[in-house]
């Protein structure tokens, strides 16, 4: 990995400016645009362990023993109690479910003594004193007494945190559920911990052992749902303040190969019917996080669900043939049917006989993934030619209210119908997002998009798509993702929302460090990023319609801005400031303010070097934010300065005139792309 301060200092330095005058911007009260309602979202897929060992709860790794040809079945996580014990994974003729064949059998080798099995979690289990931890697992084989489930350390003498006696309820020939709440008494000092079952090897009857499979531990989660959110994570995100969540992704949706894409309807049942996936990310997914809790997540945060489809491409580079795509179009509509359907249709009484009864809404549907990537150009002609077609033409029959969305946008040579919204996927260095600040002011109504995936990922002057990803972000990319917003959002009725992404990602396996939040099994080791920070300024202030600006020197940079009215009754302007040398002082005059009119002006700052990051495992912010009350002056203006790689949001006490037209269109020429550099 190259680091980004030995990346070579010539490509690195930010550019010489000279001393910068001030900036004088007058926002008018009449002319905007109204924007779109989703503005600022959400995008998850289970990479970095981001969802299995991150924002699903689960404590257990491995629990159920699921497998796939990419991924054999194994004792990964499990270890015997005492050593002696033996564990054996079974493919019993009678296994919990035809969703999970292989079970594990616990023996002694004797008569006596406790014997059972331990699992070290997601690299380790964070243990609280008086928290409340939901337990469960199944047991077939007939044993009289009682199962203890401990939470001890996994170091030294295994220092037990709390336990619990459940009374065994199983039988000779079938599966138990046994449940259990656990309650430590004391705090573990570190996450090096695990989950004990035991039992006592006299009380089984016969010469063999006890075979166990989907054993749960879930600690208190996001909201009280079940099966739910680990807390500290979808509170991160949901100060966001998040308007979509789009899912499943991503490279998950898709597969290594055709036959490996995520299947939802496998992912909708109780747990025991739950194969689980290959997963995209070299290493196998659970899907407890299925299709429901997503859901259940957009209705937690109260944000408009993206529907991801699979749309026939693979990783691989292989794609459906035009008769084959006919079976993905249907299996898209019957998931649409299963989410949407009223319970007099098949998959809504599906849906009913799960527990939800209530149909939910969708408003956007997302054709695919990347399509424009993968397996390119043959892969890419085939999704112009007849997969996106064939999607389109049944959803616009059978569902026409329903925005769809294009994998690729007008960015990556798609030509869509005028009704359809491209995805852009901009990662780039933050020259390069800068560059685009006004890339999106040629867009129309006819070429809207959605930004479904953007980040700042190499450092100027670096290898970009030739070299590593950076590690972590780093404040001069953060800043420069606040200014790629800033122009996207001025153009906001036609680009219809933006999302980082990657979202997060467990710091002991990670596939892609360019993330918003940084987790471990330690809560303690949640961080922020520099780019979470300004992330969340600009999604917490809403701007509903935009106002036009002028400024004074006729240009836009070293100061970057946009304007707009919210739902508040206020006047919201974003700014920030790149590759000026010294403060920039501002002199922003709101036509429809008058002199006195407050404001609040909220302005994110990092340290001396551009490349300073958040830091895990040091507990660092890098980020300051200072809060300042302004006062509009005689001539209604708000005067104050703003350092060089800052963002800011001011905005007023009250929002000024009112009027309708078309706000400032700013034209701009973009650069030629390559790969997903747009």
């Known amino acids: 990995m190259v680091s980004l301060k030995s990346t070579l200092l010539a490509g690195l330095a930010l550019a010489a400016q000279q001393a910068v005058l001030a900036v004088d911007l007058a926002v008018k009260p009449t002319g905007g645009n109204k924007t779109s309602p989703i503005f600022y979202g959400l995008m998850h897929e289970d990479i970095n362990n981001s969802g299995d060992g991150g924002i699903y709860a689960e404590l257990i790794r491995n629990r159920a023993f699921q497998s796939s040809l990419k ?80 939470l001890q350390s996994a170091l030294g003498e295994k220092e037990v945190f709390g336990s619990v ?78 308007k979509f969540l789009r899912f499943p992704g991503g490279n998950m949706l898709m597969g290594h190969t055709l036959g490996t894409f995520w299947r939802w309807n496998e992912t909708i049942g109780p747990l025991k019917d739950r194969p689980g996936s290959d997963g995209t990310w070299e290493y196998p997914i659970s ?16 944000a408009e669900p993206i529907l991801g489809v699979y749309a026939g491409l693979a990783l691989d580079g292989n794609y459906t043939s035009e008769a084959e795509t006919d079976h993905f179009v249907q299996w898209a509509l019957d998931e649409f049917e299963f989410l949407t359907g009223d319970v007099s249709t098949p998959w809504g009484a599906k849906r009913a006989a799960l527990g939800y009864p209530k149909p939910w809404t969708i408003k956007y549907v997302e054709i695919g993934n990347e399509d424009w990537l993968a397996g390119r150009p043959t892969s890419y002609d085939a999704y112009k030619a007849y997969r996106f077609p064939k999607f389109y033409n049944a959803f616009k029959a059978k569902h026409p209210q329903v925005q769809l969305i294009a994998s690729p946008s007008v960015y990556d040579g798609f030509v869509a119908p005028a009704d359809v919204v491209g995805d852009w996927h901009p990662y780039l260095t933050p020259d ?16 809207r998009t959605l930004i479904g995936e953007t980040a700042a990922t190499h450092p100027n002057g670096g290898l970009a798509w030739d070299g590593p990803l950076a590690s972590n972000p780093w404040w001069q990319g953060s800043v420069a993702e606040a200014i790629f917003l800033l122009g996207t959002e001025r153009n906001a009725d036609r680009v219809i929302g933006a999302c980082y992404a990657p979202q997060m990602r467990n710091l002991n396996r990670w596939q892609w460090g360019m993330t918003l939040v940084q987790h ?9 990023s520099t780019s979470w920070h300004v992330w969340k300024l600009l999604g917490q202030h809403v701007i509903t319609k935009t106002l036009p600006v002028t400024v004074s020197n006729g240009k836009i940079n070293p100061l970057y801005f946009v304007a707009g009215d919210s739902e508040h009754d206020t006047t919201i302007v974003k700014l920030a400031v790149y590759n000026s040398t010294t403060p920039v002082p501002v002199n922003l005059k ?19 070097d551009p490349y300073a990051i958040n830091d895990p495992f040091l507990r660092t912010n890098v980020v300051k934010e200072t809060t300042t009350k302004l006062v509009a002056g005689e001539d209604g203006a708000f005067t104050f300065s703003l350092p060089q790689l800052s963002v800011a949001v001011l905005e007023t006490e009250k929002k000024g005139g009112k009027g309708k037209g078309k706000g400032d269109e700013g034209k701009g020429k973009g650069k030629k792309a390559r790969r997903m550099n747009m």
Do not use: C
């Not at 014997?115 to 084989?141: H, P």
């Not at 054993?215 to 995100?237: H, I």
């Not at 471990?520 to 949640?526: M, R």
């Open 287 to 302: 899907t407890g996080m299925g299709l429901i809790e997503y859901m259940e997540w957009a209705d937690d945060l109260k």
């Open 432 to 447: 390069g997002l800068v560059d685009r600040f006004n890339r999106t002011d040629r867009l129309t109504q006819a070429n």
């Open 71 to 150: 991924y054999p079945v194994s004792l990964d996580g499990w270890t015997p109690i005492p050593a002696t014990t033996t564990l054996e994974l079974k493919k019993l003729a009678s296994p919990l479910s035809s969703a999970l064949p292989y079970s594990v059998s616990v023996s002694g080798g004797g008569k006596a003594g406790k014997i059972g099995l331990a699992n070290s979690g997601f690299w380790g289990m964070d243990v609280k004193a008086a928290t409340r931890y939901a337990g469960s697992f199944y047991v077939r084989g007939a044993y009289k007494g009682a199962f203890t489930a401990s």
């Open 165 to 242: 006696e459940v009374q065994s309820k199983s039988v000779a020939d079938g599966w138990t559920q046994h449940e259990y709440v656990l309650v430590p008494v004391k705090n573990a000092p570190n996450s090096n911990n695990t989950l004990a079952i035991t039992f006592d090897a006299a009380g089984v009857e016969g010469t063999g052992g006890l075979d166990f499979n989907l054993v749960s531990l879930f600690p208190p989660t996001w909201k009280g749902r079940k099966n739910g959110l680990r807390v500290d994570l979808a509170e991160a995100f949901a100060a966001l303040n998040p």
């Open 520 to 528: 471990a099994a330690d809560t303690a080791l949640t961080t922020y």
């Open 590 to 608: 709101i036509e429809s303010v008058e002199a006195g009119t407050a404001a609040t002006l909220i302005t994110l700052t990092g340290p001396a």
